[in-house]
């Protein structure tokens, strides 16, 4: 699996009418740079960056705008953490939606990122490993920023994310990195720090459309039957899709598994 997608959709060109779904990138502080340099101009997906910000509410307000700047009602895509961003419109907004797909999304942003950053310790790194067990001690959004510190300082982070079938993928990744990927640190570090310590709500969503939840097996930023049991309560129609790979499925997996229609076969009722 090397996520070209040569091959596997419609190809996208402008925004709006050529565009049939927008992309909430992972984060926040990251930007979808190293989507639009994975696919180009393949999928009819509009790749938006989130702002610099200091809040959550300023990242679902400007998503919001996005979508009412298409003309019909769009395919929501989240990965990660922009789940949350998508739960918040999905309630704010739900006729602005015609489906949602949600890819490698903890319900628990803020746990999430403590098992990467568990995962990424294992790797023989003390002073990462000690600063997760403050951050999974306290709900202290201080310890919570030394922790993502310690990550961002360690050189073998990244490769936690990917799944053990995904090599190409992740050496594709890594290569490319230097010069599409970017990290906000304030940002992620100011709204990561809303949801430090604090439980999600799980009552019903108001949107009532079709939503697919995407899961890599080898995902470590998931609790797989915590998450699926929340994101179930909230979204009662939910579908689930089982991929081979590890968080960062648009990545490691064709655009067939993770874009295609939700009604393809290999889906979990």
């Known amino acids: 699996m090397d996520g070209t997608g040569e091959g596997a959709l419609a190809l996208g060109g402008g925004r709006g009418d050529c565009h049939s779904a927008l992309f909430l990138h992972g984060g926040p502080g990251l930007t979808a740079a190293m989507e639009r340099h994975w696919y180009q101009d393949r999928l009819p997906i509009y790749w938006w960056d989130q702002p610099a910000a200091q809040r ?66 294992a790797l023989r790194n003390g002073e990462l490993a000690l600063a997760t067990d403050r951050a999974e001690r306290s709900a202290d959004p201080d310890a919570f920023r030394a922790m993502v510190q310690a990550a961002v300082a360690d050189p073998l982070f990244a490769t936690v994310y990917f799944g053990p079938g995904s090599q190409a993928a992740r050496e594709r990744f890594l290569e490319a990195a230097p010069q599409h990927f970017s990290f906000d640190f304030d940002t992620y570090c100011f709204v990561m720090a809303e949801f430090v310590g604090k439980s999600p709500r799980v009552d019903p969503s108001a949107y009532r459309g079709s939503v697919r939840l995407v899961l890599g097996r080898h995902d470590v930023a998931l609790a797989p039957e915590e998450d699926l049991d929340r994101w179930r309560r909230v979204f009662p129609q939910l579908s689930v899709r089982w991929v081979d790979t590890g968080h960062f499925v648009q990545f490691e997996a064709e655009p067939g598994l993770w874009f295609g229609d939700a009604r393809e076969a290999g889906q979990e009722p």
């Open 56 to 121: 959550f509410s300023e990242l679902v307000d400007a998503a919001a705008a996005e979508l009412e700047s298409f003309a019909r009602p769009v395919h929501l895509v989240a990965h990660s953490f922009a789940g949350s961003i998508a739960r918040a419109l999905a309630d704010a907004c739900p006729e602005r939606i015609s489906r949602l797909t949600l890819l490698s999304c903890p319900f628990d942003t803020a746990l999430g990122a403590v098992r990467v950053c568990r995962s990424a310790a």
